[in-house]
């Protein structure tokens, strides 16, 4: 069984710019994830698409082993990720002539995961027989405990109702957040459905609350920064 990376990495970021070619804890942004891509083991060929050049070089001398320019339309502000990813997916098979059958997408701003987690979140699909596994961390606010959202008239009411209400937070069923780290699909979902994130053989891989923050503006770079400086 062959499998491909793919991490797609825009040059335009506004909240954070030049994020993923920036410094975090002595390696730029981008390096920890396709270390984490390397380090799991796992892979054929590790691809970084991107619009920029800047990120391609530094993806290079991380270790990704084939590097696709992303259309501009595919990069755009208001671009869909899942089209960027089969695109990817396709130029490598071109790249390297090989025909892959489990397709990961590693999010380049998310680098808290371990290559620990890529291991479990493959092994769930490839196990299970699932079309597609993201992963998810447990909810820091439940909606059915301290979640509301406005009414017509802006009065605040819980997001789900409860009957009878939620009282504790424990008692609630649990909810987990995307966090928007690994995507991992077979070659049917990629090229046949277009790399959706939800289909009716779905399943979700749990991974530790702190894995849920990725970088989206300057306070989740410090954040970041702090927990990756703390880990072993």
């Not at 990495?9 to 396709?34: D, E, F, Q, Y």
């Not at 991107?50 to 208001?78: K, N």
């Not at 892959?100 to 699909?125: C, E, K, M, N, Q």
């Not at 802006?154 to 909810?175: E, I, N, S, W, Y």
Request: glycine share 6%; aromatic share 6%.
């Amino acid at each position: 069984m062959k499998r491909l990376c793919t991490i797609c990495a825009r040059g335009g970021s506004k909240g954070v710019p030049n994020k993923h070619t920036r410094t975090v804890l002595g390696r730029p942004l981008i390096a920890h994830t396709v270390g984490h891509a390397v380090e799991s083991g796992l892979f054929d060929a590790v691809a970084v698409s991107s619009d920029s050049e800047a990120i391609l070089d530094v993806a290079r001398t991380s270790g990704a082993t084939v590097l696709v320019r992303r259309p501009d339309e595919l990069a755009t502000d208001f671009a869909d990720k899942s089209p960027a990813i089969v695109h990817c997916a396709g130029e490598a098979e071109r790249q390297t002539g090989q025909r892959f059958d489990v397709f990961v997408d590693l999010d380049a701003t998310a680098p808290l995961r371990r290559p620990a987690h890529i291991i479990g979140a493959v092994s769930l699909l490839e196990e299970t027989g699932a079309s597609n596994v993201y992963t998810v961390t447990p909810s820091r606010r439940s909606p059915y405990y301290n979640m509301v959202e406005l009414g017509a008239e802006g009065a605040p009411r819980l997001v789900k109702a409860f009957d009878p209400p939620v009282v504790r937070r424990q008692d609630a069923p649990p909810t987990f957040d995307m966090n928007a780290s690994i995507y991992v699909w077979t070659r049917d979902a990629v090229f046949e459905a277009g790399a959706p994130v939800h289909m009716d053989r779905t399943r979700a891989f749990v991974m530790p609350e702190w894995s849920a923050f990725d970088v989206d503006s300057e306070l989740d770079f410090e954040i970041v920064s702090l927990l990756l400086a703390r880990m072993p």
